[in-house]
């Protein structure tokens, strides 16, 4: 997203020893200074750029943010990309931000892992999932004034989960989306109150533990939510822990991932508050 309130970035200049301190590991490289979504995958960092940018992934050195390659998809646009996830054999990518909401094109892309790590000349094609919610009706251009804008996507057991980011109510809203190539009217089946602007998710499958990112008054957070029942989130533990980064690296956090038990990373794409960069989160 590369619009943010100025008000939400005054009030997060104001509130520096609010939140818990994250290290940051490194600055980002320019070629991704809108990086939204983050994907750990074989030991490989992968992000993207968000809206009008290129549709390509990029792998990046965990230590210096530096680009080491990228991978084009061939037959996609980047309409506005926001979050990027996998299973055991695909990665999905979420092209479904919508701060108007008015888009009538959402789309989750799906590209075979074996083919990402072998792409011949770094370009392949991707599967295309297309998918409206049931319950919108209203198309008409409002900017961040919709509850119909996204930035969250998680694989979780046979089906993907899509987080909403609610200019309007704060809270996010939950949709289960096939994994299969096709077109699909998703329904709302969760809802978990966030009080902020969920920008990324993460499944930690090994502890069974959702972990949403997201900006609001006065910090960007991270919620943790575990102990659920089934796909219904909303019945688990829900914890949520203020981030405080380091100056002078951008605030405005948009993707998480899992590095190792226990450790996850941040990025934040470029803004007034800084540089775009990779951070560390204890969990």
């Given at each position: 997203?590369?619009?943010?309130?100025?008000?939400?970035?005054?009030?997060?200049?104001?509130?520096?020893?609010?939140?818990?301190?994250?290290?940051?590991?490194?600055?980002?490289?320019?070629?991704?200074?809108?990086?939204?979504?983050?994907?750990?995958?074989?030991?490989?960092?992968?992000?993207?750029?968000?809206?009008?940018?290129?549709?390509?992934?990029?792998?990046?050195?965990?230590?210096i943010g530096k680009v080491n390659r990228t991978v084009r998809i061939t037959n996609v646009k980047n309409?506005?990309?926001?979050?990027?996830?996998?299973d055991e054999h695909f990665i999905y990518i979420g092209d479904f931000g919508n701060n108007l909401g008015s888009r009538k094109n959402l789309k989750v892309y799906k590209i075979s892992i074996d083919e990402f790590n072998n792409a011949k000349n770094d370009s392949l094609e991707a599967a295309i999932i297309n998918f409206n919610y049931s319950d919108q009706i209203e198309f008409n251009p409002a900017r961040f004034n919709s509850d119909f804008d996204a930035e969250a996507l998680i694989s979780y057991e046979n089906h993907l989960y899509i987080f909403t980011k609610n200019w309007e109510t704060k809270n996010t809203?939950?949709?289960?989306?096939?994994?299969?190539?096709?077109?699909?009217?998703?329904?709302?089946v969760d809802r978990i109150e966030t009080n902020g602007l969920?920008?990324?998710?993460e499944y930690d499958k090994s502890n069974d533990r959702?972990?949403?990112?997201?900006?609001?008054?006065?910090?960007?957070?991270?919620?943790?939510?575990?102990?659920?029942?089934?796909?219904?989130?909303?019945?688990?533990?829900?914890?949520k822990?203020?981030?405080?980064?380091?100056?002078?690296?951008?605030?405005?956090?948009?993707?998480?991932?899992k590095k190792s038990d226990g450790v996850f990373y941040l990025s934040s794409e470029q803004s007034v508050t800084g540089a775009p960069s990779l951070f560390k989160f204890e969990i």
């Open positions: 997203m590369k619009l943010i309130h100025l008000i939400l970035i005054s009030f997060i200049f104001l509130a520096r020893g609010f939140g818990e301190y994250i290290p940051s590991i490194t600055t980002l490289d320019a070629k991704v200074n809108e990086s939204s979504g983050l994907l750990m995958l074989e030991n490989q960092l992968i992000t993207h750029n968000d809206s009008d940018e290129e549709p390509e992934l990029y792998l990046i050195d965990e230590h309409h506005d990309w926001e979050d990027i996830t996998a809203d939950i949709y289960k989306l096939s994994k299969d190539p096709g077109n699909y009217s998703i329904e709302k969920i920008t990324g998710a959702i972990l949403l990112t997201g900006n609001g008054v006065p910090t960007p957070f991270v919620i943790e939510i575990k102990d659920f029942e089934d796909d219904n989130f909303s019945s688990g533990i829900i914890t822990h203020s981030l405080e980064p380091k100056l002078g690296h951008s605030i405005q956090i948009e993707g998480i991932t």
